[in-house]
Nanobody
């Protein structure tokens, strides 16, 4: 079992920045991938950025050049630095960890970008 706790998020004007952080606990040694997903109102959840256990990073095209995923001081923590935010980035952002073919999710943190 893996537990995920997110922090960060909030409200910002377009062009601003926010930083999300996620800390994993439990059986963290078995985690293969950690990442961030988001879900906008009325839309499906989508992958934003992921990082593997050997630090391979993938960032979705729609945030490439604006968002960066990184380790946040420890291997069981990941951060999502979000710059040049747009109103379409608004949504609930979820931390995800994959372990032993199971996906674990955080409770979600809301990001609101106003124009």
């Amino acid at each position: 079992q893996v537990q995920l706790v997110e922090s960060g998020g909030g409200s910002v004007q377009a062009g601003g920045s926010l930083r999300l952080s996620c800390a994993a606990s439990g059986n963290t040694a078995s985690i293969n991938i950690m990442g961030w997903y988001r879900q906008a109102p009325g839309k499906q959840r989508e992958s934003v950025a992921t990082i593997t256990s050997d630090d391979y990073r993938h960032v979705a095209e729609f945030v490439k050049g604006r968002f960066t995923i990184s380790r946040d001081g420890a291997r069981n923590k990941v951060a999502l630095q979000m710059n040049s935010l747009k109103p379409e980035d608004t949504g609930v952002y979820y931390c995800m960890a994959n372990s032993a073919a199971n996906n674990y999710w955080g409770q979600g943190t809301r990001v609101t970008v106003s124009s």
